[in-house]
């Protein structure tokens, strides 16, 4: 039979005896490398005022009474490696890893197991019948709802499926980032945004530095600026160099002018040299919106010989989105344009300059954002090359890009990720 936390708090606490002790004031349980939390200890108020806390091994049963299993019980020293169920988690904000959303924890869900008579944390409670429960009121509430024809029913999260984003919680924090880093980076921005402050920066500090610039990318420019400037300036400086190029170069286009030129110093050389390149451009061009994370092909190749190459090219590795290839002469001018697809289906002896695109539909570095987009929706492309007056290919604007003149940057993610 299960348990719950709200059932517990300021109950008396009874010995072997059935002489009362006090009153519980918290639950403390521990992380375990496997299954669910287990019972360290009861905090408890005694009757003389003296707070004290009682070992799990002398819990003879939590309900419908708290009662222990010795007259004079021992007093438990913390380790510090508790979680205080009370104080750290019940009505805080935790994030539900798999429903992809943040929740609010009305009460906390606890079992005895019949095999070791153990006490398990088994799961959060977000539902209507837990906080009828904590007004005292469950019973006529389960009444009332079930004449109405909607009978309550318990809505409970394992946890094993939360990941608590608490600052005072640190024991948790390398679990939630384990969880966390399992989820789309969509999510967690819509998640970071719904936490206040203080969970937020928590939560982005625990995420490594690819992740944190992934999910960095998914938010809206306020709340970047916001969470960049939480950020110790190094930790700051790293995640900006992981973001694709064309967002990081936006984020700092945002910032006061002393403030990037301090990120851009603590940048890595090729990074920042690529931040100033892409910053050098109007925000609404083409050179403004391009992303410089592309991959060329020497011309000449035969499709087995560059398939080899892009194997061993570090632009194809950095190149996340790799859908085109941007075949070039040694002044490395652009020549034409091979969907990856048909360089993998091709005949291994054939050559790339026969089966590339020689009509390249290209920008100009400061061709205006809003002419960008309409090309990309009358060809129906997924990207277009950036070259300069020389025939140079400069970069690349993807279609999210693009188009973000002409949509709602709401309706912007919403679209199918196909870059």
């Not at 979680?83 to 906390?108: A, P, S, Y």
């Not at 592309?294 to 570090?314: E, F, I, N």
Request: charged share 25%; proline share 6%.
């Amino acid at each position: 039979m299960a348990t719950y936390l709200s059932q517990l708090i300021d109950r008396p606490v009874w010995n072997a005896q059935a002489l009362r002790l006090g009153k519980c004031q918290d639950v403390l349980v521990v992380e375990t490398d496997q299954g669910p939390p287990i019972l360290r200890a009861l905090q408890v108020l005694r009757d003389d005022g003296v707070e004290v806390h009682f070992p799990a091994s002398q819990v003879s049963t939590l309900s419908p009474a708290i009662i222990l299993t010795v007259v004079t019980p021992n007093e438990y020293e913390p380790r510090g490696d508790e979680l205080c169920l009370r104080r750290q988690v019940l009505d805080r904000q935790i994030v539900d890893v798999e429903g992809h959303r943040l929740v609010r924890v009305n009460d906390l869900q606890l079992a005895k197991s019949t095999q070791n008579g153990r006490y398990y944390l088994m799961g959060v409670s977000i539902g209507t019948s837990s906080l009828l429960r904590r007004l005292g009121i469950e019973e006529l509430g389960r009444r009332v709802m079930l004449a109405l024809g909607r009978p309550l029913r318990e809505q409970v999260i394992s946890w094993q499926d939360v990941a608590s984003v608490q600052a005072d919680a640190p024991i948790r924090l390398r679990v939630t980032q384990d969880k966390i880093s399992q989820l789309n980076p969509v999510d967690v921005a819509d998640i970071i945004s719904d936490l206040d402050r203080s969970s937020s920066v928590t939560l982005l500090n625990i995420l490594d530095d690819e992740t944190a610039a992934d999910v960095m990318s998914e938010m809206e420019p306020e709340l970047q600026m916001s969470l960049l400037a939480s950020l110790p300036p190094e930790r700051a400086a790293d995640v900006l160099e992981e973001m694709d190029p064309d967002d990081a170069a936006d984020l700092l286009a945002s910032l006061e002018e002393t403030q990037r030129e301090s990120y851009l110093e603590l940048m890595e050389h090729p990074e920042s040299v690529e931040m100033v390149k892409l910053l050098a451009f109007p925000e609404d061009t083409a050179g403004g919106i391009m992303t410089t994370e592309y991959t060329t092909l020497p011309m000449g190749y035969r499709v087995g010989d560059a398939l080899a190459y892009l194997r061993q090219s570090p632009q194809a590795q950095e190149d996340e989105t790799l859908y085109y290839l941007h075949v070039v002469d040694e002044q490395n001018r652009l020549k034409g344009v091979l969907a990856l697809r048909d360089l993998v289906m091709a005949e291994p002896d054939t050559l790339v300059d026969e089966i590339m695109e020689q009509t390249v539909i290209t920008a100009e570095p400061l061709m205006p954002q809003q002419e960008v987009a309409r090309i990309v929706a009358r060809y129906n492309l997924l990207e277009v090359p950036v070259v300069d007056s020389e025939g140079v290919i400069q970069g690349i604007v993807t279609v999210d890009d693009a188009i973000d003149a002409v949509i709602p940057t709401a309706w912007k993610k919403r679209l199918p990720r196909f870059y």
